[in-house]
């Protein structure tokens, strides 16, 4: 029986870098199972393998894509009582987490999210109030939901590889009837940009850029970064509100986070602050955004940033 | 337009993020001395008020209930929704409800929701997309799991008919239509809609509405549920991160863009 039960959805044709993650970091905990919705290639299987997985469950029906969380909640709860497991892994998306809302409940099972790290003895650790206290927390039920942040363990496969046994879970009957369903979809345009939450590097900008966001971009691209904005930049309609960084926002914590032309009222710090080191281009040299800056630069970003942009494309050549 | 509608709006009382905010006492809760009503959750009263108005308002018999669940400060939070024109107030509070965690949260709540349902059901529950204080977004699904309802979170537009509701939600790589049938829990983003104001006539007719008070015994809620007691998950150990400090500023001279990348190649981030 395995003890940690791994929530992969949707694959596709290689698991993702935040997949082999929770992997790595289910296998620190115990013996560990996945639980898979969508088409399982022949390239992931043997993914599980070398990353040491002992069984992988596949779901009964084929069209849980089709509602709301709730059905793959039900799918989920079904597999983990066959599995016998008391640790569940999920990513830390917005569906990921409502997954794992949906879940304790049918478990009654505690739920942490936005984990950074689990120890031994289950003590899930996290940042909150905006990373301005990191905290320790557990569960006090025999299974416990968890769902880890992308970038915090390093992917490694198992010693020796396993040769996983694949088991389909009935789902019940019912798990559709208290969903909503998706009636139509349309995909964005992609950006070719990394995705702005789990990106290394982000250049985000803010009323400065007076509408512009060109220089921004271009340094993105040259950095290979997301762009990120502030609420005065998406409320204003210069960039996709998507692209926000903030309290209302997303919350990135990349290792480099590039500020043009934004002031940094604690509503953005909310968003932007446990980046590994934080460079600041503004104007004003009262900016607050210059408290927390490791560098900045008091100066016209129209100037600074594309003279980067230059000098970086020039270095690499 | 025939129906009616009962819509119950969570509203919370939240600290105000303009202030640096703490972790405070026993279990590390959040400490809500300078707390307004949390500014998400008046997307979700605005929601409410825009589909009552469209059916001819309170006079109508359409009612927009907002419920906070909180000690005595959450009440503040009704008032400015029955400022805002919600027909009625609920607070709820408890000794035993501090410490709550989300479980023992929705657990409440879904009791107070079916209570007030007890006459006539409840249609629809909307809250906003996140409390800004205790970021976990966990609520809203797990007050749905519990009432055995569709949820539909992160709403950028919301339209109801017949019994059913048809939302917008935009996610990073797609947007898509979604639809479920009545009751509902549902969360909606700060693209909904433009909140209004409190005018003088909605601060006068605020007055005169009443605030029902709801204790966990009107409810049929143990205390042992509720709380620390009754919550699944415990904060074992909470530390001030170090604030950050300001590092080297410079001016720009005409050489910064080159001094910018000098920094970011001694960090090794090129």
Same mark, same amino acid.
């Given at each position: 029986?395995?003890?940690?039960?791994?929530?992969?959805?949707?694959?596709?044709?290689?698991?993702?870098?935040?997949?082999?993650?929770?992997?790595?970091?289910?296998?620190?905990?115990?013996?560990?199972?996945?639980?898979?919705?969508?088409?399982?290639?022949?390239?992931?299987?043997?993914?599980?393998?070398?990353?040491?997985?002992?069984?992988?469950?596949?779901?009964?029906?084929?069209?849980?894509?089709?509602?709301?969380?709730?059905?793959?909640?039900?799918?989920?709860?079904?597999?983990?009582?066959?599995?016998?497991?008391?640790?569940?892994?999920?990513?830390?998306?917005?569906?990921?987490?409502?997954?794992?809302?949906?879940?304790?409940?049918?478990?009654?099972?505690?739920?942490?999210?936005?984990?950074?790290?689990?120890?031994?003895?289950?003590?899930?650790?996290?940042?909150?109030?905006?990373?301005?206290?990191?905290?320790?927390?557990?569960?006090?039920?025999?299974?416990?939901?968890?769902?880890?942040?992308?970038?915090?363990?390093?992917?490694?496969?198992?010693?020796?590889?396993?040769?996983?046994?694949?088991?389909?879970?009935?789902?019940?009957?019912?798990?559709?009837?208290?969903?909503?369903?998706?009636?139509?979809?349309?995909?964005?345009?992609?950006?070719?940009?990394?995705?702005?939450?789990?990106?290394?590097?982000?250049?985000?900008?803010?009323?400065?850029?007076?509408?512009?966001?060109?220089?921004?971009?271009?340094?993105?691209?040259?950095?290979?970064?997301?762009?990120?904005?502030?609420?005065?930049?998406?409320?204003?309609?210069?960039?996709?509100?998507?692209?926000?960084?903030?309290?209302?926002?997303?919350?990135?914590?990349?290792?480099?986070?590039?500020?043009?032309?934004?002031?940094?009222?604690?509503?953005?710090?909310?968003?932007?602050?446990?980046?590994?080191?934080?460079?600041?281009?503004?104007?004003?040299?009262?900016?607050?955004?210059?408290?927390?800056?490791?560098?900045?630069?008091?100066?016209?970003?129209?100037?600074?940033?594309?003279?980067?942009?230059?000098?970086?494309?020039?270095?690499?050549? | 337009?025939?129906?009616?509608?009962?819509?119950?709006?969570?509203?919370?009382?939240?600290?105000?993020?303009?202030?640096?905010?703490?972790?405070?006492?026993?279990?590390?809760?959040?400490?809500?001395?300078?707390?307004? #009503?949390?500014?998400? &959750?008046?997307? +979700?009263?605005?929601? !409410? /008020?825009?589909? *009552?108005?469209?059916?001819? %308002?309170?006079? =109508?018999?359409?009612?927009?209930?907002?419920?906070?669940?909180?000690?005595?400060?959450?009440?503040?939070?009704?008032?400015?929704?029955?400022?805002?024109?919600?027909?009625?107030?609920?607070?709820?509070?408890?000794?035993? #409800?501090?410490?709550? &965690?989300?479980? +023992?949260?929705?657990? !409440? /709540?879904?009791? *107070?929701?079916?209570?007030? %349902?007890?006459? =006539?059901?409840?249609?629809?529950?909307?809250?906003?997309?996140?409390?800004?204080?205790?970021?976990?977004?966990?609520?809203?699904?797990?007050?749905?799991?519990?009432?055995?309802?569709?949820?539909?979170?992160?709403?950028?537009?919301?339209?109801? &008919?017949?019994?059913?509701?048809?939302?917008?939600?935009?996610?990073?790589?797609?947007?898509?239509?979604?639809? =479920?049938?009545?009751?509902?829990?549902?969360?909606?983003?700060?693209?909904?809609?433009?909140?209004?104001?409190?005018?003088?006539?909605?601060?006068?007719?605020?007055?005169?509405?009443?605030?029902?008070?709801?204790?966990?015994?009107?409810?049929?809620?143990?205390?042992?549920?509720?709380?620390?007691?009754?919550?699944?998950?415990?904060?074992?150990?909470?530390?001030?991160?170090?604030?950050?400090?300001?590092?080297?500023?410079?001016?720009?001279?005409?050489?910064?863009?080159?001094?910018?990348?000098?920094?970011?190649?001694?960090?090794?981030?090129?």
């Amino acid at each position: 029986m395995a003890n940690v039960l791994i929530f992969i959805d949707n694959p596709g044709a290689a698991l993702k870098k935040s997949s082999l993650e929770l992997l790595t970091l289910g296998r620190s905990l115990g013996e560990t199972a996945v639980a898979v919705n969508g088409d399982l290639g022949s390239g992931v299987s043997a993914a599980f393998a070398d990353y040491g997985v002992s069984s992988v469950y596949r779901p009964s029906v084929q069209d849980l894509d089709d509602y709301l969380v709730a059905a793959k909640a039900a799918y989920l709860a079904a597999a983990v009582q066959a599995a016998g497991a008391t640790t569940v892994l999920l990513d830390n998306s917005p569906e990921g987490k409502e997954i794992a809302a949906r879940l304790g409940i049918r478990l009654s099972a505690g739920v942490i999210t936005d984990v950074v790290a689990v120890d031994q003895d289950g003590t899930a650790h996290k940042s909150v109030l905006a990373g301005s206290y990191t905290t320790a927390a557990k569960t006090t039920t025999p299974v416990s939901v968890l769902t880890v942040k992308a970038n915090n363990v390093a992917p490694e496969p198992a010693a020796g590889p396993s040769a996983p046994e694949t088991t389909t879970i009935d789902v019940p009957a019912d798990s559709t009837s208290a969903a909503a369903r998706i009636t139509s979809r349309e995909q964005k345009v992609a950006s070719g940009r990394p995705d702005l939450t789990d990106a290394r590097i982000v250049v985000a900008g803010g009323r400065g850029l007076d509408g512009d966001f060109g220089p921004v971009e271009q340094l993105a691209d040259a950095l290979g970064a997301a762009v990120g904005a502030s609420r005065a930049a998406t409320d204003a309609g210069w960039i996709s509100h998507d692209a926000q960084v903030g309290q209302t926002g997303k919350t990135v914590s990349p290792q480099l986070y590039i500020s043009a032309g934004i002031s940094g009222a604690i509503q953005q710090k909310a968003g932007m602050q446990t980046a590994k080191v934080i460079v600041a281009v503004n104007k004003d040299a009262e900016s607050p955004v210059f408290e927390i800056a490791d560098f900045g630069i008091i100066g016209d970003l129209f100037d600074v940033l594309p003279q980067a942009t230059e000098e970086i494309k020039k270095r690499k050549g | 337009m025939e129906e009616t509608l009962k819509i119950i709006v969570l509203v919370k009382h939240v600290p105000d993020t303009q202030f640096d905010r703490h972790l405070n006492g026993e279990g590390y809760t959040t400490d809500r001395g300078e707390s307004i #009503l949390s500014e998400l &959750d008046e997307y +979700a009263l605005e929601a !409410a /008020l825009q589909l *009552a108005e469209a059916r001819g %308002g309170g006079k =109508a018999g359409n009612q927009v209930i907002a419920l906070s669940m909180g000690p005595s400060g959450a009440v503040n939070a009704v008032k400015k929704s029955l400022q805002m024109g919600a027909t009625e107030g609920v607070h709820l509070t408890d000794d035993a #409800l501090p410490g709550s &965690d989300a479980a +023992a949260t929705s657990l !409440a /709540l879904a009791a *107070a929701i079916r209570h007030l %349902g007890a006459g =006539a059901p409840v249609d629809l529950v909307l809250t906003g997309m996140a409390s800004t204080d205790g970021e976990t977004s966990l609520v809203p699904a797990q007050l749905a799991e519990r009432l055995g309802l569709p949820q539909v979170t992160f709403a950028s537009s919301l339209e109801v &008919d017949g019994g059913r509701l048809t939302a917008r939600r935009d996610a990073d790589t797609y947007s898509e239509t979604v639809e =479920a049938s009545l009751p509902a829990v549902v969360s909606v983003t700060d693209q909904i809609n433009e909140p209004r104001y409190p005018n003088f006539k909605g601060i006068i007719a605020a007055k005169r509405k009443s605030i029902t008070t709801l204790s966990l015994s009107d409810i049929g809620v143990d205390p042992s549920q509720v709380g620390h007691a009754g919550s699944w998950t415990t904060v074992t150990s909470a530390e001030e991160r170090p604030p950050r400090t300001a590092g080297t500023i410079i001016t720009d001279e005409g050489d910064a863009g080159i001094k910018l990348v000098d920094f970011l190649a001694a960090q090794k981030l090129l």
